[in-house]
């Protein structure tokens, strides 16, 4: 009987229907390709670092003048640096600054909210809360900037005066957050047992109909995310939900310093950038969602032109918002939500020029943007681009199954991440059955491949500073991911997960030699079919080109005699090692899946199965 060849080029294709993957690998995860050649994602191993107390959204690494390690991650609420990936984190978080939202919300404009009620987005209750002014609600432990931002919308509830309790529709209007004490645009008052702790209050934030979430104009209220960079040593950064520069010194380290205020600098900004002349740069400045602001060079407070500067500022030809910028060579790329604009140093009197250099290709996300030797890729509301000198649409051959999927309520939170270890640019996303993050698609720009799977991280940072990238898990805890495979056994204390996603909040180092074959197989990819023309197929026999464990990798099948008919799933079947694995299949359509436990390290390339043609029914 003749071998049939089941070697099929690299990534996955999934822009239509399965038979359109037909010579293609169809789903995977947990999967990448090297130089053809299939293998499991690396492991990870969690830090031993404290946790967060909250979701970890952008993080950032750079070198002091020591050349010690130092990690900036941002929340919703908090700035924490790490010294390293051990120990706990300061919270430098600097002292006036505005939360934002772990989530986005859907609310503004009218009509939003439900007809005659209300929508109750987050709350809090505690016995720590009560009046502390005519003007504020302060509490002792509770805090604030967790649950509300300015100009929030709030209701009151357990208050012994009935005018500082409020309900739909007369709400509270907040008007400043700091860490314990919410400013409230009323009068409030303090009498009786409402200005001293003891009662149960509850604090909601709310929408109903007609009304606004806050005063903005977004249709969406997106997740926080932070822009970092460094000036030197210094930290410098910013929280979108506070529009604010900052910035910080190590030496604040050791003498416990907050990150502080940037003198003179604008308010209201959406980004950040230190440009390689040194001038730091923000983007939608002032509030202005087009307008680009530099400060003089070698200077962070400096921001007002004059003759013997080269402080200054101008407005970008765009009809979206400004979300990013980020350095690409010798230029500087501003990314709205419709287009892109290059901005290049000319030196006084102009300082800066400026081109669109790309339209109709705006980025999903503040965080959706990647850059590797001198291009830019990034994600767009239902397509990849990248930058090589001129804006090019990123042919992707998963496009229709991540766009189809993707919770676009949610897409402030998406994420890119190079690891250029392995040649690939990683986004994180969540899927429509999700609101956190819980799904991921690659491209490798060396093999030009794609991928996708399950994995649960909030946040992600490449190599280079720390030896290996630095993920978030939803779970709040630091990972050290691409880890070194083991060539010894799975210990006897570590069980399987329960979950895909459950796999990712643990601990996983690759091993070989797990001889227990009925574990769910957490790590996979499957085909499309396989087909003989019109005949069915039966199959006797695979030979596999393998470098495994004891059993550690499988093979089982799913054949069909039409496109829509019943698909029929063969048994498991485990890799013998002399590369002869006996099987046993018949059907039109045959779709091959490698599988294997989660934790077991295996290399696949050429396949070849022992067929037979029968008849064509």
């Not at 007809?115 to 009560?130: E, H, L, P, R």
Request: negative net charge; hydrophobic residues 35%.
């Amino acid at each position: 009987m003749p071998l049939v060849d089941l070697e099929l080029p690299a990534g996955v294709y999934r822009n239509g229907t399965k038979l359109q993957s037909k010579g293609r690998w169809y789903d995977a995860n947990m999967v990448r390709w090297r130089n053809g050649r299939l293998r499991p994602i690396g492991g990870w191993l969690q830090t031993t670092a404290t946790n967060l107390t909250e979701v970890g959204r952008s993080m950032f690494a750079w070198r002091d003048n020591s050349l010690n390690k130092l990690l900036a991650i941002g929340t919703s609420a908090k700035l924490y640096i790490y010294s390293g990936t051990t120990g706990t984190p300061y919270d430098a978080t600097p002292s006036g600054f505005s939360a934002g939202r772990s989530t986005a919300l859907v609310g503004l404009g009218f009509g939003a909210g439900p007809f005659n009620g209300a929508t109750v987005d987050t709350s809090v209750t505690a016995t720590d809360i009560k009046i502390g002014s005519s003007t504020t609600i302060v509490s002792t432990s509770t805090d604030f900037r967790t649950y509300f931002s300015s100009p929030d919308l709030i209701q009151a509830s357990g208050f012994t005066n009935s005018a500082n309790n409020k309900s739909y529709t007369n709400s509270h209007r907040v008007t400043n957050v700091a860490e314990n004490t919410l400013t409230i645009d009323g009068t409030l008052s303090t009498a009786g047992a409402d200005g001293s702790v003891g009662q149960s209050i509850t604090l909601s934030k709310a929408r109903g109909f007609g009304e606004d979430l806050n005063s903005g104009t977004s249709l969406v209220l997106g997740a926080n995310t932070w822009s970092f960079d460094h000036f030197g040593e210094i930290l410098v950064a910013l929280s979108k939900s506070d529009g604010k520069i900052y910035n910080w010194n190590p030496s604040g380290l050791a003498s416990e310093t907050d990150a502080v205020i940037t003198t003179n600098a604008p308010i209201n900004n959406s980004g950040i950038i230190v440009s390689k002349e040194r001038f730091l740069i923000c983007i939608g400045a002032g509030g202005n969602p087009k307008k680009v602001q530099w400060a003089d060079q070698e200077s962070l407070t400096t921001w007002t032109p004059t003759a013997t500067n080269q402080a200054g500022s101008f407005e970008l030809e765009t009809s979206g918002s400004l979300e990013v910028a980020k350095r690409v060579g010798d230029r500087i790329l501003c990314f709205s939500t419709v287009d892109v604009h290059a901005l290049d140093y000319v030196g006084p009197p102009y300082v800066y020029g400026r081109s669109k250099v790309g339209d109709a290709c705006g980025v999903i996300s503040p965080q959706a943007v990647a850059t590797v030797r001198s291009i830019a890729v990034w994600m767009s509301y239902g397509s990849f681009f990248y930058y090589d000198g001129v804006v090019k649409n990123l042919k992707c051959d998963v496009n229709a199954y991540i766009f189809d999927d993707i919770n676009k309520l949610q897409q402030s939170k998406v994420f890119a991440v190079t690891n250029q270890q392995y040649n690939e640019v990683w986004w994180f996303y969540q899927s429509k059955s999700s609101d956190e993050v819980d799904k991921y698609v690659i491209w490798n720009y060396e093999e030009n491949w794609w991928s996708i799977g399950e994995m649960p991280r909030t946040t992600m940072m490449d190599s280079g500073i720390f030896d290996d990238p630095i993920g978030i898990g939803t779970d709040y805890k630091m990972y050290l991911h691409e880890q070194t495979p083991s060539t010894a056994s799975r210990a006897d204390d570590i069980g399987p997960p329960s979950s895909a996603s459950n796999m990712c909040l643990r601990d996983r180092s690759l091993v070989r030699g797990l001889d227990s074959t009925t574990e769910d197989a957490f790590v996979y990819v499957e085909s499309g079919p396989f087909e003989m023309g019109d005949r069915i197929m039966q199959g006797k026999q695979i030979l596999t080109d393998i470098e495994s464990g004891t059993n550690g990798l499988r093979i089982k099948f799913k054949t069909q005699l039409t496109p829509n008919g019943t698909e029929t799933e063969s048994t498991s079947y485990p890799i013998e090692t002399d590369g002869f694995t006996d099987i046993r299949i018949q059907g039109r359509e045959v779709s091959m899946v490698v599988e294997s436990p989660f934790d077991q390290n295996w290399d696949l390339g050429r396949n070849r199965m022992d067929v037979k043609a029968l008849g064509k029914r």
